[in-house]
């Protein structure tokens, strides 16, 4: 999985890399920051299986069971989040279906 990065504070950080002036600064905190720290995690947990698959692989792995602990981690959390994803289209389809 390649890495997964934000577009907004790219632009921002492109923006100010130039010299020009960002229409404002990006948030720190809420939904957002949370939301694309999680899919960081997840990231990180994907690379790292991978990695320890590829040095399974070549016969770089000192221990076959820490290669197995790291492919269930990175499946585990990539099936949370997609639960998780789940859970917020149904909320949201959800409340496009209220009555106002």
Do not use: C, W
Not at 12 to 20: E, F, K, Q, S
Not at 26 to 38: H, K, S, V, Y
Request: hydrophobic content about 45%; proline content about 3%; overall charge negative.
């Amino acid at each position: 999985m390649n890495d997964i990065r934000t577009r907004p504070l790219m632009t921002h950080n492109l923006l100010r890399a130039y010299g020009a002036k960002p229409a404002a600064e990006p948030r720190q905190g809420g939904f957002g920051a949370l939301l694309e720290q999680t899919l960081q995690r997840v990231n990180e947990k994907q690379q790292a299986a991978g990695l320890a698959v590829d040095q399974a692989i070549r016969g770089e792995a000192q221990d076959l069971h820490r290669v197995m602990i790291a492919q269930e981690e990175a499946s585990i959390t990539f099936e949370l989040m997609m639960e998780v994803r789940n859970k917020l289209l149904e909320a949201y389809q959800q409340i496009m279906q209220m009555q106002v």
